[in-house]
């Protein structure tokens, strides 16, 4: 049992490796010998158990998601669907920042010249796997509750919760490009005025949407403080 223990580990040790190397040297690093050498493993283990490093790549992201999915369950759900928009926002943020290059694989960014890349067949978009949708269902989850709370006009949540995605993963590309330097606070300047606009263009009233924001802030600093 013990080695058969060992044995179900082997993928998740890969895994754990190549998101190491991402983050500490970014996607071309990322080889089957660095994996197997930083799992402490036979590169042979790499091609048995993944196929390649395409695929271990795209457990690598779904990793990602997994790990995004959790830090969203663990927003509390509150009476106000736009402050716990807004907290899911700031913690997708964080995850962001803590690991760039995990980041830009989840969201297709990394340059992958050196990767094999899938065959057709094999083809899994990171938007299409099972955990992506795990943890997008808890944004969407977020934007019925928004939808049934009367403070927007009745639209399809899946749409809005589109709509928020792509304004939400555009700042975090910009920011982590460094696109707001300039800025003191770029959160506070540029993405908690950004989601009031995107609020009310929804058909929330301004100084709700502002005091929701501001309360989603609050709510996503509680969440950091009792980690």
């Known amino acids: 049992m013990a080695g058969r223990a060992r044995l179900d580990d082997v993928p998740e040790r ?3 490796a190549a998101i190491g190397l991402l983050a500490e040297q970014g996607p071309s690093a990322v080889k089957a010998r660095t994996v197997a050498s930083a799992s402490r493993l036979s590169t042979m283990v790499v091609y ?5 490093i395409p695929e271990l790549m ?4 779904d990793h990602g998601f997994k790990e995004l ?6 927003v509390p759900v509150t009476e106000d669907p736009i402050a716990d928009l807004f907290a899911m ?3 997708c943020r964080r995850l962001a920042r803590e690991n760039p290059h995990l980041y830009d694989l989840m969201f297709g960014l990394s340059t992958r010249a050196t990767y094999r890349p899938l065959s057709d067949a094999d083809l899994r978009l990171s938007g299409h796997s099972p955990a992506f949708r795990e943890a997008h269902a808890h944004v969407t989850a977020a934007c019925e509750r928004l939808v049934h709370s009367g403070r927007v006009e009745r639209q399809e949540p899946e749409v809005i919760a589109a709509q928020l995605w792509s304004l939400v993963h555009g700042y975090i590309t910009l920011e982590l490009a460094e696109h707001f330097v300039e800025f003191d606070d770029a959160v506070v300047q540029v993405l908690l005025p950004m989601g009031v606009n995107f609020s009310v263009g929804l058909g929330d009233k301004r100084e709700r949407a502002e005091a929701s924001h501001e309360a989603g802030a609050r709510l996503y600093d509680s969440i950091v ?3």
């Not at 048995?48 to 390649?52: A, K, L, N, Q, Y």
């Not at 795209?58 to 992201?61: I, L, Y």
């Open 48 to 52: 048995s158990h993944f196929g390649g």
């Open 14 to 16: 890969l895994v754990r």
């Open 69 to 74: 999915g959790r830090a969203f369950a663990r």
């Open 89 to 91: 926002a700031l913690t």
């Open 225 to 227: 403080q009792g980690q």
């Open 58 to 61: 795209s457990a690598v992201a």
